[in-house]
């Protein structure tokens, strides 16, 4: 009798696992059967451009094409076209067609690449105001050094870059402008580093492996977008708000849209403090703690996402509050509307349920999470070719 009991239990676990595993497949074979898709797939900012065979020549067509809280970030549309055709770097003394060049003039400038380049950057990338750095038609890695910091600039569009791998820099002079160069102290080692940044678009990048945030937007920073992307193999994913005390965040607003949280993910997808933040037909394969997260009352707005949870029972939960007691977070506006949950998947939904409280946590309409594969199958740096759709 006992026998018969073990075994029908094991029967159960096996054929449980055996489910998860085959419906992980299906969810890669869907992506993979998607992914040749480049347009009419529902994805309004894909949808916006890439069914274009004349992308090339049409590039700042994508600064038009931007949704949500970052809509707004015109980067460098209205300036010339700079190529950057050396990968090499120098903090204070940039050469003219480096990467570092290019960033710090003060007129606005579209920054493409000549070939494929791996950017080993000695010091922090500060870049300047009205400015886009567009990766299309070339392999781009900014990878091994310190990365992208967007600090006290607005209008910043950042596309099809593959950002990973990135380190401390600082303790040394940097370069942030034609006329001015200062002292850096020592950096946190993010793939983009948003810091009292407005109008900023990180669109279509691939990120991984760095040495503290993937993205990071603090220190009143808002107007931010962050989508397409495919993030993988990193603990602390995104941070959205400096501390639980730094009340200027209060006015953070971030869409984040259409990005597909992946393997090797641990936690804060986002983590988010005191603002607003509208979480968007996104698709989380992957996470070890917890997916999104916060604390100092934030506002979250979770819609039409897709949840796969891990098949460690500990953590089924997509959501974490920090550092605050029920009796406090219970009345933290925080509400899932439209997602789907899997494998065991839930979220535990917290104060005002109505729409009103959510009007600042809403910047576009979500789309039905059925669509998510679609939506998401190009997400991360995209492999565009001269002359045809990309």
């Known amino acids: 009798m006992y026998l ?22 299906s969810i890669n074979a869907s992506r993979r059967n998607l992914a040749f898709l480049s347009c009419g797939t529902g994805n309004p900012i894909d949808d916006c451009w890439r069914c274009d065979p004349n992308w090339e020549k049409n590039r700042k067509r994508l600064a038009d094409c931007s949704i949500g809280f970052g809509k707004h970030a015109v980067g460098g549309r209205d300036g010339k076209i700079y190529v950057v055709t050396d990968p090499g770097d120098h903090p204070v003394n940039p050469k003219p067609g480096t990467l570092r ?106 990120l991984s492996n760095c040495r503290d945030g993937l993205i990071d937007a603090i220190h009143g920073s808002t107007g931010i977008t962050i989508s397409n992307n495919y993030l993988t193999h990193h603990n602390k994913v995104m941070l959205l ?5 730094f009340t200027r965040d209060k006015n953070m607003q971030v869409t984040i849209a259409f990005n597909h949280f992946g393997e090797g993910l641990v936690q804060r997808m986002p983590r988010c403090r005191h603002g607003y933040f509208h979480v968007v037909n996104n698709d989380y394969t992957h996470w070890r703690m917890y997916a999104i997260g916060g604390s100092a009352a934030p506002t979250i707005n979770s819609q039409g996402n897709r949840f796969l949870a891990p098949n460690d029972n500990t953590f089924k939960e997509v959501t974490k ?4 007691a029920q009796s406090k977070w219970k009345n933290w506006n925080w509400r899932s509307s439209g997602d789907l949950m899997l494998n065991g998947a839930f979220f535990t939904a917290s104060g005002a349920g109505a729409s009103s409280s959510y009007a600042r946590a809403s910047s576009l309409a979500a789309k039905s999470s059925s669509l998510v594969s679609s939506i998401t199958a190009s997400a991360g740096s995209l492999s565009c070719r001269k002359g045809s759709r990309c």
């Open 241 to 245: 708000g400096h501390s639980d005390t």
């Open 321 to 324: 509050r920090e550092n605050s």
């Open 101 to 206: 060049y290019g960033v710090i003039q003060e007129e606005p400038l579209w920054i493409i690449f000549k070939r494929d380049m791996v950017i080993k950057l000695k010091q922090e990338l500060m870049m300047n105001s009205f400015k886009t750095i567009d990766g299309r038609g070339a392999s781009v890695h900014i990878a091994g050094g310190p990365c992208i910091t967007i600090q006290y600039v607005t209008n910043i569009i950042i596309h099809g870059i593959n950002i990973h791998d990135c380190k401390q820099g600082g303790n040394a002079y940097v370069r942030d402008s034609p006329t001015h160069y200062g002292w850096r102290t020592l950096s946190d080692g993010d793939g983009v580093s948003i810091f009292g940044g407005s109008h900023v678009w990180v669109d279509h990048c691939s």
């Open 4 to 25: 018969h009991i073990y075994s029908s239990i094991v029967v159960k676990r096996v054929t449980k696992l055996m489910s998860y595993y085959f419906y992980c497949r």
